[in-house]
C-alpha cells in the first residue's frame, strides 16, 4: 500500500486547485464532518524523493485555525485593572468554528507519513503553517512536515513545487506569533482605558461606545489628522510674477521667469520696469535632446493599493480582495509582494504569448514576441518569497465581473509595459535674457509611445512645437506682463498619498495596509469625501462632523478610468484622540509612527534570526508601559482636549 501525504492549503480554492493540477483531474472529494467550504480531495501523486509514490490527501483550512485571548477572569473591564493586563497570561486555542477543520487535519494526520503545508509564502502563511502543524502532530507526532514554495497556481509552477518541499520557517512563526500577542495585550489595554474614561463625557447615549485601539491605525489615522490641520490652518499668500510672450510663425510662445515668482510685488514691478527699458530680448541658449518616458517597474504590492485606488477608483481593501480572487483562481502570481524585480530565469515571453489573444492588448503582446520585448527594469526591492504581480494564464475580460476584469485588465497592461521599450520624445529649451532677467520655453515632441500604445494609465503628450529661435538673435516680445496669483492650501489626504506615508513610516505591511486603512473608517474615526482632486467635495462616508482645534501649523483603451478620487478628512472622533494623546507630551505619541515603526522593524529582525520573540516582545511592552503610564497621569489632558474639540 502506498504511503500517504496529508496536504494543507490555507484556502478551499487553493486546496481544489493544487488538487486538480496534481492529480491530473483523477480525484475523489469528500465532505468534512461539521464545515461545508472544506473538502478533502484524494488522489495519487508521484513526488520526489524521499515519499516516491503516495496516495495523497488534499484539505485545507479557512485562515487562521487559532486565537489568542486572556483567560476568562480578565475579561472584565476596570480601569484599575487595565495595566494588568500587560503582565496577564494568554491563552492560544482553536477557534470554536474551526474546531470540525483542525478535527480533520488531526484525524487525516494519523494515517500518514508527512504533512506537507501549502499555505500563503509570507509570514502570516508560516504561522497559519505552524496551526496545522500543531493539529497535525496531535494525530501523528512522527509526522515528517514540510511546505511548498509558490506563488501562483499556474500548473507548471504547481508541479515544480510539489517536487521541491522545504522546511517551515520558525523564525517567521515567531515574528507573527509576537505581533498576535502584542497586538491582543495592547489593543485590549488601551481600547479598554480610552473607552472606559472618555465614554462618560458623551452622556447616556454612549455609555456603550468602545473607542478602539491599534498600534497601526492610531499612527495611520494621524497622518490623516495632520494634514487636515494643514488644510484647515493654511494661509493663502499673494506673489507676483513676469509671463512674456512671443508670436512668431503664428505660434504663440510663452516664456516662464526663472525666478518663478516672489512674494514682495515692488521688488516684481521693479524687474519688470528694467524688463521693458531694455526693449529687445536675447536668445542666449537653445537645446534639442533626446528624452524619454521610462516604462514603469513591476508592480509591488504597494504600488496596487496606490494606483488601484487613482486610476481604477476603487479602494485598496476592495482591490485587494478583487487581486486576493484573482490569484485564488489562478489568473494572477501571489498579490502580497515587496519585490518589484523579475528573476532573470523567469521566462517572460511565455507569459506575454498567453496575452496575445486578447483582443484589446493581443495585438501589442504580438508586437513584442516578434522583437520589440524588452528586459523588464529592476527596481531595489526583493522580498526573496514572491516575484512581482503579473497574470499567471489568459482569461477572456467578459469572463469576468466588472472590478475583477479592471483589476486584471491593470496587471495585465501593466506586466506588458513593464516588457516594453522607453517612450521616446525630444525636448527642445529656448531660454531668453530679456533686461537682466532669464526667461524659458520648453516643448515637447513624442516621437515613440512605445509602451504607452498598452498602459493608458500614464500619460505623455507632444506639447505645441516651438518655432525656429537662433543663439544671438534678438527680438522685441509681443506682450510682456505681471502676473499674480495666491499660494493654495494642500488637498486633504489621498488613499494614494496615505498609503505612501505608511510605507515610508514602516505602518503595518504591504499586505496590512488596506486594512488598517479600512479599520479607521469602520470605527468612525474618519470620512471620505469623493472629488475631481482639489480637496474639496462631499462628504460621502460615516462619521462625526471636521474637527476643531488649534494645531500650529494605449491600443485597446484601458476601462475604468475616472477622475473623481477619494480624500481622508477625520472625524471629531478621530481629532480629539489624536489630539488628546499629543496633548499630554509623550516622547512617541501614539498618533506618531514611530511606536509601530520600531516595532515591524524588530519582527524582520526575529525573521533574520538576530533577535528573540521574547525579547521583542518585553522591549515592546515595556515601551508602551511607559506610555500608559504617563497617559494615567495625565489623563485629564486628554479629557480637556475631547471636551475642547466638542466630539460629542
Excluded at 464545515?35 to 490527501?57: H, I, L, M
Excluded at 503628450?461 to 492650501?489: C, H, K, M, Y
Aim: hydrophobic share 35%.
Amino acid at each position: 500500500m502506498a504511503p500517504k501525504i496529508l496536504c494543507v492549503a490555507e484556502k478551499p480554492s487553493i486546496a481544489k486547485s493544487v488538487a486538480q493540477h496534481l492529480s491530473g483531474g483523477h480525484v475523489q472529494i469528500r465532505n468534512v464532518p461539521g464545515n461545508q467550504f472544506v473538502k478533502n480531495y484524494e488522489f495519487e501523486y508521484a513526488f520526489g524523493r524521499p515519499w516516491g509514490n503516495c496516495s495523497v490527501t488534499m484539505t485545507s483550512v479557512l485562515g487562521h485555525l487559532t486565537g489568542t485571548d486572556f483567560p476568562v477572569e480578565y475579561k472584565y473591564w476596570q480601569i484599575s485593572t487595565c495595566q494588568h493586563l500587560f503582565d496577564a497570561p494568554v491563552i492560544t486555542s482553536v477557534d470554536k468554528d474551526k474546531e470540525p477543520i483542525a478535527r480533520n487535519i488531526t484525524q487525516q494526520a494519523r494515517f500518514s507519513i508527512a504533512l506537507f503545508i501549502w499555505t500563503d509564502c509570507d509570514r502570516e502563511g508560516e504561522h497559519i503553517g505552524s496551526e496545522v502543524r500543531k493539529a497535525a502532530l496531535e494525530g501523528n507526532p512522527r509526522l515528517d512536515v514540510k511546505r511548498a514554495v509558490f506563488s501562483n497556481t499556474e500548473r507548471g509552477h504547481v508541479l515544480q513545487a510539489a517536487q521541491r518541499p522545504v522546511a517551515l520557517d520558525d523564525k517567521q512563526v515567531n515574528a507573527v506569533a509576537a505581533r498576535i500577542e502584542l497586538d491582543l495585550r495592547l489593543g485590549a489595554i488601551f481600547t479598554r482605558f480610552q473607552s472606559l474614561t472618555l465614554r462618560t463625557l458623551g452622556g447616556d447615549s454612549f455609555n456603550d461606545r468602545i473607542i478602539s485601539y491599534g498600534s497601526c491605525q492610531f499612527p495611520t489615522l494621524g497622518f490623516v489628522v495632520d494634514r487636515y490641520f494643514r488644510v484647515k490652518n493654511f494661509v493663502p499668500e499673494q506673489f507676483w510674477s513676469i509671463k512674456v510672450m512671443h508670436r512668431r510663425e503664428d505660434i504663440d510662445v510663452t516664456f516662464l521667469w526663472r525666478r518663478h515668482r516672489l512674494f514682495d510685488r515692488m521688488s516684481v514691478v521693479l524687474l519688470f520696469e528694467r524688463c521693458i527699458a531694455a526693449g529687445l530680448a536675447k536668445v542666449t541658449k537653445l537645446q534639442k535632446k533626446p528624452t524619454s518616458k521610462w516604462r514603469p517597474l513591476p508592480l509591488t504590492t504597494v504600488e496596487l493599493q496606490k494606483l488601484g485606488s487613482r486610476f481604477l477608483r476603487m479602494d485598496s481593501q476592495r482591490v485587494m480582495k478583487i487581486a486576493e480572487s484573482l490569484y485564488n483562481k489562478g489568473w494572477i502570481s501571489y498579490p502580497r509582494t515587496e519585490t518589484d524585480q523579475f528573476d532573470r530565469g523567469m521566462d517572460l515571453r511565455a507569459i506575454v504569448e498567453k496575452q496575445t489573444q486578447d483582443n484589446a492588448w493581443g495585438p501589442y503582446a504580438r508586437e513584442l514576441l516578434n522583437g520589440a520585448f524588452r528586459e523588464p527594469r529592476g527596481g531595489r526591492n526583493n522580498d526573496q518569497a514572491h516575484p512581482p504581480i503579473h497574470p499567471v494564464n489568459y482569461v477572456a475580460p467578459d469572463s469576468l465581473e466588472g472590478d475583477d476584469r479592471r483589476v486584471y485588465e491593470f496587471v495585465v497592461r501593466r506586466f506588458l509595459a513593464c516588457c516594453s521599450d522607453d517612450a521616446k520624445g525630444e525636448s527642445t529649451t529656448v531660454e531668453i535674457e530679456y533686461g537682466v532677467e532669464s526667461f524659458l520655453a520648453s516643448g515637447l515632441l513624442v516621437l515613440q509611445k512605445n509602451y504607452l500604445l498598452v498602459y493608458p494609465y500614464d500619460k505623455w503628450e507632444s506639447s505645441q512645437q516651438l518655432p525656429r529661435f537662433t543663439v544671438g538673435e534678438t527680438f522685441e516680445p509681443t506682450e510682456a506682463n505681471i502676473t499674480d496669483g495666491e499660494t493654495s492650501a494642500p488637498g486633504y489626504l489621498t488613499e494614494p498619498e496615505l498609503i505612501s506615508l505608511m510605507d515610508a513610516n514602516g505602518i503595518g505591511t504591504d499586505a496590512t495596509m488596506a486594512e488598517h486603512i479600512a479599520k479607521i473608517k469602520e470605527r468612525e474615526y474618519v470620512m471620505t469625501q469623493s472629488s475631481g482632486g482639489n480637496g474639496r467635495g462631499e462628504a460621502a462616508g460615516r462619521g462625526g462632523r471636521g474637527g476643531r482645534g488649534g494645531r500650529r501649523g494605449g491600443r485597446g483603451g484601458a476601462t475604468g478610468i475616472g477622475s473623481g478620487i477619494q480624500h481622508f478628512i477625520p472625524t471629531t472622533l478621530g481629532v480629539a484622540l489624536i489630539e488628546g494623546y499629543d496633548s499630554i507630551g509623550l516622547e512617541t505619541s501614539l498618533g506618531k509612527p514611530f511606536l509601530r515603526k520600531e516595532m515591524e522593524i524588530k519582527m524582520k529582525e526575529i525573521c533574520a534570526g538576530t533577535k528573540s520573540r521574547n525579547d521583542f516582545v518585553q522591549e515592546t511592552l515595556e515601551q508602551y508601559r511607559d506610555v500608559f503610564i504617563r497617559t494615567q497621569q495625565q489623563v485629564e489632558l486628554l479629557k480637556a482636549v475631547s471636551r475642547l474639540i466638542g466630539f460629542w
